[in-house]
């Protein structure tokens, strides 16, 4: 049990790295095109940005990819109720308060600050889940680029500290609304929407590299997930990433069915259902997921 432990410390200690390299492939094309250069626009001119969207089309991995763009320190937080000011700025471990009072040794920063001192860039995962208590810590740092730590003192933010908020549409259940003193403190909304076909169908070949399927396994694909989009019924329909995985496990495990279509048919269902959400009484996700592989391919 022992170097059992040891031989897990030592694992962790060489997984331990600065900063996480984006792993998925980005296309910045259309839409995010737009939104890449937007987000590089507003950082340059010092005005806090935030990514509108619906989940999955992309919004993190563009905030991630300006930040190793501009050589920043990635740092990110994932707002809920839970949230509090607290986990963002940090706080005095008790054990070293006894011992050395409050000073900057017992200080334990957390990754809002830690943003502000390195100079990193700081995203606000899904803003308007963030209780009020919470966005109320955040507007000194996004307008005076400070904070102040009693009995610290005055933290003042470096040169080339950013903040970039994401949040869902805001008629997604679930989200708070952003108090006016936050939304006054966000000078450029980047609205992002599910991209168009040709750009949708390089997402998913970019993403599952190794794919040997034809494109017109790919065009059906894409026809289920657009589909998705197009029903009424549903409040939140099929992302872009649901169409990754369903191609990869579609391209990995072809061999065990009699033809495409048979494993679109047994994947679909398990890779869709995990994000759709219903809106209308009588249905269910499964129905609708029925529905529209009958309608797709018979």
């Not at 919004?59 to 990110?76: N, P």
């Not at 989009?229 to 391209?251: D, Q, W």
């Amino acid at each position: 049990m022992v170097e059992r432990e040891q031989n897990f410390r030592e694992l962790l200690q060489k997984s331990i790295v600065d900063n996480i390299r984006i792993e998925h492939a980005v296309v910045l094309k259309d839409q995010y095109g737009r939104a890449y250069e937007l987000l590089k626009d507003s950082l340059d001119a010092g005005i806090t940005p935030c990514l509108v969207g619906p989940p999955g089309v992309g919004k993190s991995l563009l905030a991630r990819k300006v930040a190793e763009d501009t050589g920043r320190i990635f740092f990110e937080v994932f707002f809920d109720e839970n949230v509090t000011p607290s986990r963002l700025i940090g706080a005095f471990d008790p054990a070293l308060v006894v011992r050395r009072g409050r000073t900057i040794e017992s200080f334990e920063p957390g990754p809002l600050i830690r943003a502000m001192v390195e100079g990193g860039l700081f995203v606000a995962h899904e803003l308007n889940r963030a209780t009020e208590f919470c966005q109320n810590s955040l507007i000194s740092p996004l307008e005076e680029r400070h904070y102040h730590i009693y009995p610290l003192g005055m933290i003042r933010a470096h040169e080339n500290f950013a903040f970039v908020a994401t949040q869902n549409p805001i008629e997604t259940a679930g989200t708070y609304r952003l108090s006016r003193v936050l939304m006054d403190r966000i000078g450029c909304w980047i609205r992002l929407g599910y991209p168009n076909k040709e750009t949708e169908l390089e997402i998913i070949r970019v993403n599952a590299p190794a794919t040997d399927l034809p494109d017109s396994v790919l065009e059906k694909i894409y026809g289920v997930i657009h589909d998705t989009r197009e029903n009424p019924a549903l409040e939140i329909p099929a992302s872009p990433r649901a169409g990754i995985f369903l191609t990869r496990l579609v391209n990995d495990y072809l061999d065990k069915f009699e033809d495409e279509d048979a494993a679109i048919r047994f994947f679909a269902p398990s890779v869709l259902s995990k994000e759709m959400r219903v809106r209308e009484e009588g249905k269910t996700v499964a129905s609708i997921i029925d529905e529209i592989l009958r309608r797709r391919l018979g």
